[in-house]
C-alpha cells in the first residue's frame, strides 16, 4: 500500500536548520507530487510548498520563501523539506503528503506520520 | 486569498446521531474542496474531494455537498471512531480551515 515514513523528532535551537526526510513506498515515486504541511498545537494545517520528484522543480508558501527548500533522492524515493533560521514559532508537528490525483486535483492522499520540530534554546 | 471559515468550532453529539458540518469560503471556488479527518495523535485523512466524492475507502456514511461558497460534510450516523477534528481545504494555495471538533455529548 502507499505509504510515507517520516524521520524522527528533532529539537533545534534558535537560528539553526532542520532537516526533515519523507520516504514513499508502494508507488511509482517519481509519478506523484510531494506536498509539505505544517500545523502548530491546536491550529489548522498550513500548507508550506510542493514539490516535484521526477523534475526536482518545487514552489513554496509566501510565508516561507527564502526559509524552505523541498529536494529530493529519487534513488532512494526520499522527499525532504529543509526549513532554515528557525524560531519558537517554528515549533510544530511537519508531514509530507502525496498529490493524489483524484478528479479535478492532486489532492494530499496519503500523509506522513508527522515529525515535531522543536524550537528551543 | 481565499479564507475558509468553519462553523462550528465544536459540536458535541451521541454515537448514532448525525453530524453537519459548515465551512464557507470568502471567495468562489466552484468544487474545488476537500475534507479530511484527524484523530488524536495522527496525521490528517482525506475524505472527501472535490466536493462531494468519497476518497477510495472512506465509509458510505461521510458525504459531502455544496459548491461556490458554501459547503457541508454530513456524517449519517456517528460511530466511535468518527469524534475527531474534521478540516475543509481548498485548492487555490491550499489553505485549510480552522476545524470543527466533533466531541461525544
Known amino acids: 500500500q502507499v505509504q510515507l515514513v517520516q524521520s524522527g523528532a528533532e529539537v533545534k535551537k534558535p537560528g539553526a536548520s532542520v532537516k526533515v526526510s519523507c520516504k514513499a513506498s508502494g508507488y511509482s515515486f517519481t509519478s506523484h507530487d510531494i506536498y509539505w504541511v505544517r500545523q502548530v498545537t491546536g491550529q489548522g494545517p498550513e500548507w508550506m510548498g510542493w514539490?516535484?520528484?521526477?523534475?526536482?522543480?518545487?514552489g513554496y508558501a509566501q510565508n516561507y520563501q527564502g526559509r524552505v527548500t523541498m529536494t529530493r533522492n529519487t534513488s532512494i524515493n526520499t522527499a525532504y523539506m529543509e526549513l532554515s533560521s528557525l524560531r519558537s514559532e517554528d515549533t510544530a508537528v511537519y508531514y509530507c503528503?502525496?498529490?493524489?490525483?483524484?478528479?479535478?486535483?492532486?489532492?494530499?492522499?496519503?500523509w506522513g506520520q508527522g515529525t515535531l520540530v522543536t524550537v528551543s534554546s | 486569498e481565499t479564507v475558509l471559515t468553519q462553523s462550528p468550532a465544536t459540536l458535541s453529539l451521541s454515537p448514532g446521531e448525525r453530524a453537519t458540518l459548515s465551512c464557507k469560503t470568502s471567495q468562489d471556488i466552484s468544487t474545488y474542496l476537500a475534507w479530511f479527518q484527524q484523530r488524536p495523535g495522527q496525521a490528517p485523512r482525506l475524505l472527501i474531494y472535490?466536493?462531494?466524492h468519497r476518497a477510495p475507502g472512506i465509509p458510505a456514511r461521510f458525504g459531502g455537498s455544496g459548491s461556490g461558497t458554501d459547503f457541508t460534510l454530513t456524517i449519517s450516523s456517528l460511530e466511535p471512531e468518527d469524534f475527531a477534528i474534521y478540516y475543509c481545504?481548498?485548492?487555490?494555495?491550499?489553505?485549510f480551515g480552522q476545524g470543527t471538533r466533533v466531541e461525544i455529548e
Open positions: 472535490d466536493a462531494s
Open positions: 503528503a502525496r498529490g493524489g490525483r483524484l478528479g479535478s486535483s492532486n489532492w494530499f492522499n496519503p
Open positions: 481545504q481548498q485548492r487555490d494555495n491550499w489553505t
Open positions: 514539490m516535484n520528484p521526477s523534475s526536482g522543480n518545487s
